[in-house]
């Protein structure tokens, strides 16, 4: 059995996961994130059955600084020709790039940055992109395409909103080298195809986006391994309740594409607090209510503002045996308007046997009773939380409270999780 659930957790110098040790991350993440310049993650998972590293890449906004250059973007721009670029549909000058702008610090001062789009189709963009890699993040095992949007308008949307300027809301329905979402598609797989190791065998990509059905990143390019949904149900400590729906029926479809579905939730609220706490168990029942052995994968990157690593001991909750399965959207889950149960016949907690257990979520703005009929097992206790992180003295408690059918209620946007 496992010792945790499919997680993934920033893994760097300087930052989250610093003081981490190789053997704690090969032991708890199984996806460590770094990038340019920082290759923690790289180094604790090398020669790792139990974690693979993830290479952070932008390939998709390119932003122009020359006062306070981002290395890859400086570097791509220095080698671009004017054909690597996306256009206002009819053109293809410099005055007709689709275009945004972004505010950075630099300096102590703040700049106005340009941000244009990158032209995946290129077989040049391709070559640029390879090399980089090559060179930089060879070693890696597998990369994040950030910014990876699968339609026209949310891929040419920026830092200042959309990037076709004459356009209402400046909005681009349609461009010169991409006419179509389909085009959008295509362009992404055309990249991801093209991008390989030194030794020749294909480099795997994560792509950041959820406006597409999985079923097409799948069909784009079979490079792609698995998307991940930024700000999925907890977004700076707010809990969305308008995207529960959603994110659980993208899970669904995920593992319906074979793809893996990376739910990451950011907050910074205290420390064991009942806030946080509330966003922790929301987010391990969302990723429960559809969990799928390789392909759910949690990220709960609820402390970023410490350089902890952001594992959790919930996470050392592994549900096995479904009683109940989501197979093609939320719909399926349900047990009432915006209420969603799931529920297991063998758990386990650190490798070891705890019984059946369940999770609910209600997405309603007032709280809910739990009705005997949602459930078909039977359950004495609620599974609570203490304390903080893994490695900050964080705990799961199995019987934190007493479980009573048709009297104990879920508060307004809140998540239970259930145990013998």
């Given at each position: 059995?496992?010792?945790?659930?499919?997680?993934?957790?920033?893994?760097?110098?300087?930052?989250?996961?610093?003081?981490?040790?190789?053997?704690?991350?090969?032991?708890?993440?199984?996806?460590?994130?770094?990038?340019?310049?920082?290759?923690?993650?790289?180094?604790?998972?090398?020669g790792s059955n139990g974690c693979s590293s993830v290479f952070y890449l932008d390939p998709n906004l390119i932003y122009d600084s020359a006062q306070c250059p981002i290395s890859g973007d400086a570097q791509?721009?220095?080698?671009?020709?004017?054909?690597?670029?996306?256009?206002?549909?009819?053109?293809?000058?410099?005055?007709?790039?689709?275009?945004?702008?972004?505010?950075?610090?630099c300096g102590g001062a703040s700049i106005s940055i340009p941000v244009y789009v990158a032209y995946q189709g290129n077989p040049a963009v391709q070559a640029f992109y390879e090399s980089y890699l090559q060179q930089n993040a060879d070693a890696w095992?597998?990369?994040?395409?950030?910014?990876?949007?699968?339609?026209?308008?949310?891929?040419?949307?920026?830092?200042?909103?959309?990037?076709?300027?004459?356009?209402?809301?400046?909005?681009?329905?349609?461009?010169?080298?991409?006419?179509?979402?389909?085009?959008?598609?295509?362009?992404?797989?055309?990249?991801?195809?093209?991008?390989?190791?030194?030794?020749?065998?294909?480099?795997?990509?994560?792509?950041?986006?959820?406006?597409?059905?999985?079923?097409?990143?799948?069909?784009?390019?079979?490079?792609?391994?698995?998307?991940?949904?930024?700000?999925?149900?907890?977004?700076?400590?707010?809990?969305?309740?308008?995207?529960?729906?959603?994110?659980?029926?993208?899970?669904?479809?995920?593992?319906?594409?074979?793809?893996?579905?990376?739910?990451?939730?950011?907050?910074?609220?205290?420390?064991?607090?009942?806030?946080?706490?509330?966003?922790?168990?929301?987010?391990?029942?969302?990723?429960?209510?559809?969990?799928?052995?390789?392909?759910?994968?949690?990220?709960?990157?609820?402390?970023?503002?410490?350089?902890?690593?952001?594992?959790?001991?919930?996470?050392?909750?592994?549900?096995?045996?479904?009683?109940?399965?989501?197979?093609?959207?939320?719909?399926?889950?349900?047990?009432?308007?915006?209420?969603?149960?799931?529920?297991?016949?063998?758990?386990?907690?650190?490798?070891?046997?705890?019984?059946?257990?369940?999770?609910?979520?209600?997405?309603?703005?007032?709280?809910?009773?739990?009705?005997?009929?949602?459930?078909?097992?039977?359950?004495?206790?609620?599974?609570?939380?203490?304390?903080?992180?893994?490695?900050?003295?964080?705990?799961?408690?199995?019987?934190?409270?007493?479980?009573?059918?048709?009297?104990?209620?879920?508060?307004?946007?809140?998540?239970?999780?259930?145990?013998?």
């Open positions: 059995m496992p010792a945790h659930i499919d997680t993934w957790a920033m893994d760097e110098y300087w930052s989250q996961g610093e003081n981490a040790t190789s053997a704690q991350v090969q032991q708890y993440v199984t996806y460590a994130e770094g990038g340019l310049g920082n290759g923690k993650a790289a180094s604790d998972c090398s791509f721009v220095n080698a671009s020709s004017e054909s690597w670029y996306v256009h206002l549909s009819g053109y293809s000058d410099f005055a007709h790039r689709v275009q945004g702008t972004d505010t950075q610090s095992g597998y990369y994040l395409m950030d910014d990876t949007s699968w339609t026209l308008l949310d891929q040419m949307y920026g830092p200042s909103g959309g990037m076709c300027p004459g356009n209402t809301n400046n909005w681009c329905t349609t461009t010169q080298e991409l006419p179509n979402d389909a085009a959008v598609v295509a362009e992404h797989g055309a990249l991801a195809n093209a991008l390989t190791h030194v030794n020749g065998s294909p480099m795997k990509f994560f792509t950041n986006g959820l406006d597409t059905t999985p079923s097409e990143e799948a069909g784009a390019s079979p490079n792609f391994v698995g998307g991940l949904c930024e700000n999925c149900v907890v977004d700076e400590g707010s809990l969305r309740t308008s995207m529960y729906a959603t994110v659980l029926t993208q899970e669904a479809l995920a593992t319906a594409a074979g793809l893996a579905f990376v739910q990451i939730n950011d907050g910074d609220s205290a420390s064991g607090s009942s806030a946080q706490i509330a966003q922790r168990l929301v987010t391990i029942a969302v990723a429960w209510l559809g969990y799928s052995e390789g392909h759910t994968v949690v990220d709960e990157n609820l402390e970023d503002t410490t350089t902890n690593l952001p594992i959790w001991p919930e996470e050392m909750l592994y549900p096995t045996q479904p009683v109940e399965s989501m197979v093609s959207s939320a719909n399926d889950i349900a047990v009432t308007s915006n209420v969603w149960r799931r529920e297991f016949a063998a758990c386990y907690l650190n490798e070891v046997s705890i019984g059946p257990c369940a999770a609910i979520v209600n997405g309603n703005s007032s709280s809910v009773t739990v009705a005997s009929s949602w459930l078909q097992q039977t359950y004495g206790h609620v599974i609570g939380l203490s304390g903080g992180d893994a490695f900050s003295g964080g705990s799961v408690l199995l019987q934190s409270s007493t479980f009573t059918p048709n009297v104990t209620t879920i508060g307004a946007g809140e998540a239970v999780l259930l145990g013998r």
